[in-house]
């Protein structure tokens, strides 16, 4: 089942640990938040998407089952 | 797992007597003795007893040991502010100016700051670190890798997290020396008045290595950024440049090396681990932020509370002081299952070693990455080091840094790296 990522900019606090674990997913923005993702996520790119969410200390990013 | 030296962290099966449970409960004092030598098993007992406990000790302040609680407050920056200082006991009146910025700014003052000193800490930017770091690192192992014995603390963690941080502030390497010692031991002897004129004879030096920037700056360094860095649309004041500085000195000289210097002494007491990570480098990562979850090198931080409120079913009225210990969060088992142990698959890497909310530590990714890198020089060159038996002598104080003063070991003499 393919997966869908959500962000809660709101909640970032620019610690970058998302482009850290999934440097080809998460991009940051050019004050150092996160700024964009791709709404759906290509297969190989999943389990990346996961792990950089799961890295993120606010919890700023969602991934749920699309 | 057997505890070999005071302070390590080991299963707790409350081991006290009722009259030291008593103290605990109701006079809880992270920096006595008592804490430095029991730190896991007292901070379990409030956790199971008194999750929100009110201490007499210093002026009198609630700790919080639950993952839950110090979460809640750490992230409501309205209710729990750190205008006041974030230290117990603090040393700050509410009418002084913020001895360092931006920790005790409250938003949105502090976001100010911090949004203008993001760019030092991108990914791109740490990448950078990396190259100066593991070439420091590899000329400190050379110069006591023929010898088959060293002190990790004294002729590695302490001058690698040091020089880096000269490095960052742009500041000359010579002054590494007196910059970590000055604050390791202010850090570890808080009030004692030797310290307090060491820390302050360290801090004026900041004073004039600013000044003396000002007509002469060492380009790439944080002085120089900030000297044309703009807040609220106006270049920063002398004295906030000053208090940037100070609390990077702070931040980076101390916890780094003391993270560094608590995983040497658990891997040395732990062979089977070190086997493992030894043969799996992939682990690493993984190792480290175990390490910076078991041991949390800055234990705890406090806030005040700004109005009426409660806290973990516990009321609390305006002014209160609250200790957030993220070494309790941090062994909280109802988050982290066998706390007490490096698991290295664990999937839960939430901890709050670095605090969390609009104050998170913002060396995070450098303070991983000189750990990492310490790691790999201590795994690949003297992969059968050893703690000298009873020998790791830990600081006097660890109620704001857990360190180790001392680690001597000794291990098979390699090669230098050139
Ligand atoms: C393993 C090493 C480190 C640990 C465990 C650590 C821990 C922490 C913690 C717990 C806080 C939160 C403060 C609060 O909530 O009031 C913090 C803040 C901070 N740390 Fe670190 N730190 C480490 C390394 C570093 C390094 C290497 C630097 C600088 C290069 C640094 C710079 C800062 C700064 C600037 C803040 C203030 C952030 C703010 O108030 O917005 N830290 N650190
Ligand atoms: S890890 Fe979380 S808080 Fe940090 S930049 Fe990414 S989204 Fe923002």
């Known amino acids: 089942m393919p997966i869908k990522i959500i962000l809660h900019k709101d909640r970032c606090n620019g610690h970058a640990r998302c482009v850290r674990k999934a440097p080809d997913v998460y991009r940051l923005d050019e004050r150092g938040f996160i700024g964009s993702a791709p709404e759906t996520v290509p297969a190989e790119l999943e389990d990346q998407a996961i792990a950089g969410a799961g890295a993120c200390p606010e919890e700023a990013i969602e991934i749920v089952q699309s | ?418």
């Open chain 2, 1 to 418: 797992m057997e505890q070999k030296n005071p302070g390590a962290v080991s299963s707790p099966a409350c081991p006290f007597s009722a009259e030291t449970q008593e103290k605990i409960l109701h006079h809880f004092d992270h920096h006595s003795s008592l804490y430095r030598d029991h730190s896991a098993e007292a901070l379990k007992l409030l956790r199971d007893q008194a999750p929100v406990a009110k201490t007499d000790a210093h002026g009198g302040f609630y700790v919080l040991t639950r993952y839950q609680d110090v979460l809640e407050a750490a992230r409501d920056d309205e209710r729990f502010c750190s205008f006041w200082g974030i230290t117990i006991p603090t040393n700050k009146a509410p009418w002084d100016r913020a001895q360092t910025i931006p920790i005790d700014l409250d938003p949105p003052y502090n976001e100010l700051f911090r949004d203008m000193m993001l760019p030092l800490f991108t990914p791109k930017a740490i990448d950078a670190y990396g190259v100066f770091l593991r070439q420091t690192a590899t000329k400190l192992v050379d110069a006591f890798i023929e010898k088959g014995e060293a002190d990790l603390a004294r002729d590695f963690g302490s001058p690698l997290t040091a020089l880096f941080t000269m490095e960052l502030a742009g500041i000359d390497h010579a002054q590494a020396d007196f910059y970590a010692s000055t604050i390791q031991y202010g850090i570890a002897h808080p009030g004692d008045p030797d310290a307090l004129a060491r820390m302050a004879e360290a801090r004026g030096r900041v004073s004039r290595e600013v000044a003396a920037q000002k007509d002469n700056p060492r380009s790439g360094g944080l002085i120089d950024y900030l000297f044309k860095a703009r807040v609220g649309g106006r270049p920063l004041m002398d004295w906030e440049i000053e208090a940037i500085v100070w609390l990077v000195l702070l931040g980076g000289v101390d916890s780094t090396q003391a993270t560094i210097s608590n995983m040497a002494v658990h891997l040395s007491d732990h062979p089977e681990l070190k086997q493992r990570l030894i043969e799996h480098p992939d682990s690493w990562d993984d190792a480290v932020e175990e390490y910076l979850r078991l041991v949390t090198p800055q234990q705890g931080l406090s806030r005040t509370v700004t109005r009426e409120t409660s806290l973990g079913g516990v009321e609390l009225q305006r002014g209160d002081r609250v200790l957030m210990s993220w070494q309790a969060a941090n062994l909280d088992e109802s988050v982290f299952p066998n706390p007490n142990e490096i698991v290295l698959d664990r999937k839960n890497k939430r901890h709050l070693a670095f605090g969390i909310g609009k104050h998170r530590c913002m060396g995070s990714n450098i303070g991983r990455l000189e750990v990492l890198i310490a790691l790999e020089q201590l795994l690949t060159r003297i992969p059968d080091f050893k703690v000298k038996a009873g020998e790791a002598e830990l600081s006097a104080d660890i109620g704001t840094v857990k360190a180790y003063k001392k680690v001597p070991i000794t291990f098979t003499p390699g090669k230098r790296s050139a």
